[in-house]
């Protein structure tokens, strides 16, 4: 794999010059504006498929070698983007089989982005024909850094070339048809299938209640998207080997298994919009942290940042603008969990159709007297400051467990409520583990254990083969685990664990979950410890009986009130936690204040107020203010990256306040990436 290594800290954005192509005099303005707001780094060319095949087989590369040109003069590097994220009218009215089919069968219209068929020959013909042709023509331009391949992959087409697709997976995955029937439950309800051709994706018009038909098309819908990129990057690594390939992960987003997605990239790429101003900012921005967390775990390395706004986005509900102060904040932020870029969504706002009035660093009044290119000059100042941290990682020693397929499972679980809160918990657990000041990876179930002291994988629903003999052995080994409820429910094919829940981590925990009660959102339960606290919980109650671990506290509600609903396992010279309920944060809080000093885990900073968020990389520790009000921070012993300052003492951060401080010692958990 060919590695992302910038000299600098990239700064930038998307840059769609092919808007503009009838205005030279804008582009030249660009240049000097990009120049002043501090920008070495552009993607150029991202849906610019129109203007670089007007007409099958014609290619006007001319224009884009131009714009190369310029910004190599400039100094400016480029992502130079592959066009497939959207295709010209004319493939779609002369090939129709590009274009995607609904799960009823209805093939769509021409229009929006992406709506292409993942399957389709004809489409990935003319995705690595332009593909080539670009790589051909621009992959030794000394202004190309690296391949920003489509964007944002996702969706799913169900046609019949799909269909086949999705067959032939399925006689991979399975081989025979009583293999596929047995692993999911097709005896019940009259399911069995008899011929290969019998089997068909999920659809509100046919079959949707076989849970793990579901299943697997989703993991087939990542193995088609997968196959698609390297279908799609296979003329730029032929030609271009030296050149990084990546596409743009989003938010939180569950349609594909971004674990086997990242294995197909050289590097992670993120577009990040969080919701600023609007609820309260520690939710935000512990929001946008997880998803940095997640990005750079992917591939354990630096990402991207490819893309962000600078002020507001145009497609939230409400659009708020960043407050003073926010967008320094907020990109720090990134750099802070692991980017080695800082880009923006986009360059120039367009000045007609679907994101004219996104926020962009030059805006329609087109000079650099506004706020925003303010805004922007002043990261653009900042990241030059911070080279120390390029490339850096954090050292994690605690994990948080993120699994996409355990996910896909539970929320297509029927009962014991609709709506598991998967995500929320998961969330809930980031809050409480972060609230400890600690850096965390946030990993699956196929990720490597071994570096971690602590893992948390609350509701844990399905395990995959040997992920329950993998976390025994990690707790033997010394490693902490904490678990929650529902956990080891279902096998990979969502087939139930016989023999008593929490299947293969029965014997680890030291219980057995007899029964599950839901409760609405309006209703809780109590947990009482044995030294006498009391919290509040809900969502979902285990009732488990303790098999060798110690009870450290028990429902007080119900009629079973004075079970068990958090235990303790010690095992080998490791500790396994059963959590059996969802708590509320101040259970959380103090649970994890206890385990994280058991589990030796050093913070970066100690006594963390609430809204205030420490990480580190390599030696590099940043404190960030999102509470919304001014705070105090104990600071680390060391000196102040920007003022060179001796820190140490009490220090008082301002409203969207920071600071980073090269630490003193670099602490047990501190290594360089
Ligand atoms: C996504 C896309 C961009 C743009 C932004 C707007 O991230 O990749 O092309 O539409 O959203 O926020
Ligand atoms: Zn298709």
Redesign the pocket.
């Known amino acids: 794999m060919t590695e992302l290594k910038l000299p600098f800290f990239g700064h930038g954005g998307?840059y769609n010059p092919d808007q503009w192509l009838d205005r030279p005099d804008i582009l030249e303005e660009d240049i000097r504006l990009m120049k002043l707001a501090g920008c070495n780094l552009m993607s150029v060319g991202?849906?610019a498929w129109s203007a670089l095949e007007p007409e099958e087989g014609h290619f006007t590369l001319d224009w884009l070698e131009g714009v190369l040109d310029r910004l190599h003069e400039a100094g400016i590097s480029v992502f130079l983007a592959t066009p497939s994220?959207a295709r010209p009218a004319w493939m779609s009215q002369r090939y129709p089989e590009v274009l995607r089919v609904r799960p009823d069968g209805t093939r769509n219209l021409h229009g929006g982005?992406h709506n292409h068929c993942f399957t389709s020959p004809v489409y990935r013909r003319f995705v690595q024909r332009i593909n080539r042709a670009l790589a051909e023509r621009f992959g030794k331009h000394p202004a190309v850094v690296g391949w920003h391949i489509s964007?944002?992959y996702s969706g799913e087409c169900h046609c019949a070339l799909c269909q086949g697709a999705f067959r032939a997976f399925l006689k991979d995955r399975y081989g025979t048809l009583d293999a596929l029937n047995h692993a999911w439950w097709t005896g019940f309800w009259s399911k069995t299938y008899t011929d290969w051709e019998q089997l068909h994706s999920p659809s509100p018009i046919g079959e949707e209640s076989i849970h793990g038909l579901n299943l697997a098309w989703k993991r087939f819908v990542t193995h088609q998207t997968v196959d698609f990129i390297r279908a799609e990057a296979e003329p730029l690594r032929a030609l271009t080997p030296n050149l990084p390939v990546t596409t743009?992960l989003?938010e939180m987003f569950g349609g594909l298994n971004y674990y086997e997605l990242a294995a197909a990239l050289d590097f992670a790429s993120f577009?990040s919009?969080p919701r600023w101003g609007h609820g309260e900012a520690e939710q935000t921005a512990l929001g946008a942290a997880f998803n940095y967390d997640w990005m750079r775990s992917l591939k354990q390395k630096p990402f991207a940042l490819?893309?962000s706004?600078p002020s507001q986005?145009?497609?939230h509900e409400v659009c708020k603008l960043k407050k003073p102060g926010m967008h320094v904040l907020s990109s720090l932020q990134a750099v802070a969990h692991g980017a080695d870029t800082v880009q923006y969504?986009?360059w120039r706002k367009s000045r007609g159709a679907?994101?004219k009035f996104?926020?962009a660093v030059v805006d329609h009044v087109g000079h650099e007297h506004t706020r925003t290119f303010r805004d922007v000059q002043a990261v653009g100042d900042l990241l030059p400051r911070l080279k120390e941290v390029l490339g850096a990682m954090p050292g994690a020693k605690a994990a948080l467990m993120f699994d996409a397929e355990n996910r896909w499972a539970l929320e297509d679980c029927q009962g014991p409520r609709r709506d598991m809160r998967h995500d929320e918990t998961v969330l809930s657990h980031y809050r409480a583990l972060k609230r400890q000041g600690i850096d965390l990876d946030i990993i699956d179930e196929t990720c490597s254990f071994d570096k971690y002291r602590l893992i948390a994988a609350p509701m844990l629903y399905m395990l995959r083969p040997g992920v329950g003999r993998r976390l025994e052995a990690f707790v033997r080994g010394g490693g902490t685990l904490v678990c929650s409820c529902p956990t080891g429910r279902v096998d990979e094919d969502d087939l139930c664990f016989l023999g008593g829940f929490p299947g293969p981590l029965r014997s680890i925990l030291g219980i057995w979950a007899e029964e599950t009660d839901a409760l609405y959102d309006d209703e809780r339960n109590g947990m009482r410890t044995a030294d006498g606290r009391v919290y509040t919980c809900g969502t979902l109650c285990d009732l488990i009986h303790a098999e060798g671990a110690e009870t450290l506290a028990t429902y007080t509600d119900d009629f079973y009130a004075g079970m068990p609903c958090v235990t303790v396992n010690r095992c080998g010279a490791g500790r396994a936690y059963y959590i059996a309920t969802c708590p509320d944060a101040a259970f959380l809080d103090d649970f994890y204040g206890t385990i994280i000093p058991e589990a030796s885990i050093t913070p970066v900073v100690c006594g963390l107020p609430e809204g205030v968020q420490a990480t580190r990389r390599g030696n590099t520790a940043f404190i960030l203010n999102f509470s919304g009000t001014a705070a105090e921070v104990a600071l680390p012993q060391g000196v102040d990256v920007l003022t060179g300052e001796i820190t140490g003492g009490i220090a008082a951060l301002p409203v969207n306040g920071y600071r980073i401080i090269r630490l003193k010692s670099k602490g047990v958990d501190a290594q360089n990436g």
């Open positions: 998307d991202i849906f994220g982005r964007n944002e743009n989003m577009d919009y490819m893309e706004t986005v145009n497609w969504f986009q679907s994101e996104h926020g």
